[in-house]
């Protein structure tokens, strides 16, 4: 299936990205346009973009959207969902510490990626890692 949101992906696309690729879609394909780019692709699932259905809703990331629309009850998705949040949208109170950090990593693997694509292919690889990490403290 083809994907579609804006470039330039930060924290919560690279999150959904990844959310899609390792639960959702194993052979997703992602297209990414300019937010000025006018109508979205035909056939694409648009995402992480103001108005579509896989979107920030109540103030909340678009990851956490996903995690709840496609019933993903994993535990450790919600905790993950929690981090993107603090990482992506205004907190009052923060109690991720992770949040910050996982902010900055992404920034910096757009930064120095030639294209959102390879952006994304190296932030798979963080998430992965954090997954990994957080599905190995205890409950």
């Given amino acids: ?16 990205g ?4 390792r639960f959702i879609d194993p052979d997703a394909e992602f297209v990414f346009v300019p937010a000025s780019a006018g109508p979205l692709p035909e056939g ?4 992480d973009i103001p108005g ?16 709840r629309d496609y019933q993903l009850p994993d535990p450790v998705l ?3 969902a ?5 990482a992506d949208t205004v907190q009052e109170v923060s109690v991720e510490p992770a949040a910050p950090g996982l902010d900055l990593i992404c920034r910096g693997l757009r930064r120095s990626s030639p ?11 963080v998430y992965d ?3 990994a990490e957080l599905a190995s403290e205890p409950r």
């Fill in 44 to 47: 694409a699932e648009p995402f």
């Fill in 18 to 21: 990844w959310l899609i690729r």
């Fill in 1 to 16: 299936m083809r994907w579609v949101t804006w470039e330039r992906i930060g924290v919560d696309r690279m999150a959904c």
């Fill in 78 to 80: 919600q905790r993950l």
């Fill in 129 to 131: 890692a954090l997954y």
């Fill in 115 to 125: 294209t959102d694509e390879v952006a994304l292919e190296r932030g798979c690889l």
């Fill in 82 to 86: 929690q981090i993107v949040d603090e």
């Fill in 52 to 67: 579509v259905r896989l979107s920030h809703r109540h103030g909340h990331c678009t990851f956490r959207t996903m995690v």
